[in-house]
């Protein structure tokens, strides 16, 4: 079945940068769309970046656009974040998302990050 485990969230300064991986698997991962999103406290889950299948075409949401990257390996099954200056406002569990050509979603149990000094 389809499995998704992020890593790499944590504690990180303002200002700072933190990259985030998805470890994919039990599915062909080179046909699926990959998204990441977050939550914040009292917030409803947002899209932050997503990319398709090949890796060539990305999109990001304004408040991270210029600061994050999406990235994936489709030898190695990973989806990565890169997240450079990092705001407060950027504190959020964050999820990876793999969609189908079905336009199904499977999730991540979700990664924390906290930005705060």
């Known amino acids: 079945q389809v499995q998704l485990v992020e890593s790499g969230g944590g504690l990180v300064q303002p200002g700072g940068s933190l990259r985030l991986s998805c470890a994919a698997s039990?599915?062909?991962?080179?046909?699926?769309?990959m998204r990441w999103y977050r939550q914040g406290p009292g917030k409803d889950r947002e899209l932050v970046a997503g990319?398709?299948?090949?890796?060539?075409?990305?999109y990001y949401a304004d408040s991270v656009k210029g600061r994050f990257t999406i990235s994936r390996d489709n030898v190695n099954n990973l989806v990565y974040l890169q997240m450079n200056s990092l705001k407060p406002e950027d504190t959020a569990v964050y999820y990876c998302?793999?969609?189908?050509?079905?336009?199904?979603?499977?999730w991540g149990q979700g990664t924390q990050v906290t930005v705060s000094s």
């Open positions: 039990g599915f062909p991962f080179s046909t699926y769309a």
């Open positions: 990319i398709e299948r090949t890796g060539q075409n990305t």
């Open positions: 998302c793999a969609r189908d050509i079905w336009a199904r979603d499977y």
